[in-house]
Antibody
Framework: QVQLVESGGGVVQPGRSLRLSCAAS????????IQWVRQAPGKGLEWVAV????????YYADSVKGRFTISRDNSKNTVYVQMDSLRAEDTAVYYC?????????WGQGTLVTVSS | EIVMTQSPATLSVSPGERATLSCRAS??????LAWFQQKPGQAPRLLIY???TRATGIPARFSGSASGTEFTLTISSLQSEDFAVYYC?????????FGQGTKVEIK
């Protein structure tokens, strides 16, 4: 069955960096685009970034552009998001999900807390 | 950026009743509109894509429709497991954008 598992979350100080991973299984990963969506505590969903199946196309939300970098390793069935210059407002549960258009499968999320 | 506006923010409905949720796009998104359901502590679940196509395994009581930039999610007869927050999302343009959500609560 399709499975997406996020990892790498934790508590980090403002200005520091963190890298999240999204490990996929149960489908042809190298043919699938992956997106990241986040949800601040008690708030709604916010789209963050996308990477195409081959890594050739990437888009970012304005709120993270220049600070976050999405990448993938198809040999490891894993997508990464490198988060630099973290801010308090980046505190959220980060979900990865499959799809270039609609998102049909989601992971359970990993919590990132940016706090001094 | 396309702004998605959902209404109402909260909908109080009795079990067995019909629920109608609305989502408006600030510009055309064609039929590139999805609906998600989210329960506390869980990831969102895809309900509808293409404005009106049910995702795999979604019960027939969930239906979606569109008229221009106005989209509607209808739950024909609410079951206890349907009380949750519902989000619409456009996937016509980058950046993708979500509505702010509609909470469906028990009346």
């Amino acid at each position: 069955q399709v499975q997406l598992v996020e990892s790498g979350g934790g508590v980090v100080q403002p200005g520091r960096s963190l890298r999240l991973s999204c490990a996929a299984s149960g489908f042809t990963f190298s043919s699938s685009s992956i997106q990241w969506v986040r949800q601040a505590p008690g708030k709604g969903l916010e789209w963050v970034a996308v990477i195409s199946y081959d890594g050739s196309n990437k888009y970012y939300a304005d709120s993270v552009k220049g600070r976050f970098t999405i990448s993938r390793d198809n040999s490891k069935n894993t997508v990464y998001v490198q988060m630099d210059s973290l801010r308090a407002e980046d505190t959220a549960v980060y979900y990865c999900a499959r799809g270039w258009s609609f998102l049909d499968y989601w992971g359970q999320g990993t919590l990132v807390t940016v706090s001094s | 950026e396309i702004v998605m506006t959902q209404s109402p923010a909260t909908l109080s409905v009795s079990p067995g009743e019909r629920a109608t949720l609305s989502c408006r796009a600030s510009q055309s998104v064609n039929s590139n509109l999805a609906w998600f359901q989210q329960k506390p502590g869980q990831a969102p679940r895809l309900l509808i894509y293409g404005a009106s196509t049910r995702a795999t395994g979604i019960p027939a009581r969930f239906s979606g429709s569109a008229s221009g930039t106005e989209f509607t999610l209808t739950i024909s007869s609410l079951q206890s497991e349907d009380f949750a927050v519902y989000y619409c999302q456009q996937y016509n343009n980058w950046p993708r954008t979500f509505g702010q959500g509609t909470k469906v609560e028990i009346k």
